[in-house]
Nanobody, 125 residues
Framework: QARLMESGGGSVRAGGSLRLSCVAS????????MAWFRQAPGKDREVVAI????????YYSDSVKGRFTINRDSAKNTLYLQMNSLEPEDTAMYYC??????????????????WGQGTQVTVSS
């Protein structure tokens, strides 16, 4: 059974940085779409960043573009999300997700098959 496990969340002041990690084990895909989503209390789960590992292409939501960076270390089977210039609006549970697709990576949570348990990020003003 494939497994994704996130770590790296925590509490920071506005303007600070965090790096989230997601270790994939027994993942059945060679070149999956990997993504970070987040969900704040009372809100829908939303995409933050996507990495199409097949073509090494990235996508960022407008709210994090220029501040967050998604990348991976294939040798460690680990996906990262570097988050800089954090804002209180970034406070949420962050989830790692993955799926294999024949076409472009999609951005809806329903398009992703495998999920981690989440890691909490809290940004205070």
């Amino acid at each position: 059974q494939a497994r994704l496990m996130e770590s790296g969340g925590g509490s920071v002041r506005a303007g600070g940085s965090l790096r989230l990690s997601c270790v994939a084990s027994r993942f059945p895909y060679l070149r999956p779409c990997m993504a970070w989503f987040r969900q704040a209390p009372g809100k829908d789960r939303e995409v933050v960043a996507i990495l199409d590992t097949g073509v090494d292409r990235t996508y960022y939501s407008d709210s994090v573009k220029g501040r967050f960076t998604i990348n991976r270390d294939s040798a460690k089977n680990t996906l990262y999300l570097q988050m800089n210039s954090l804002e209180p609006e970034d406070t949420a549970m962050y989830y790692c997700a993955g799926v294999s697709t024949l076409g472009d990576c999609l951005t809806s949570p329903t398009d992703f098959l495998y999920w981690g348990q989440g890691t909490q990020v809290t940004v205070s003003s």
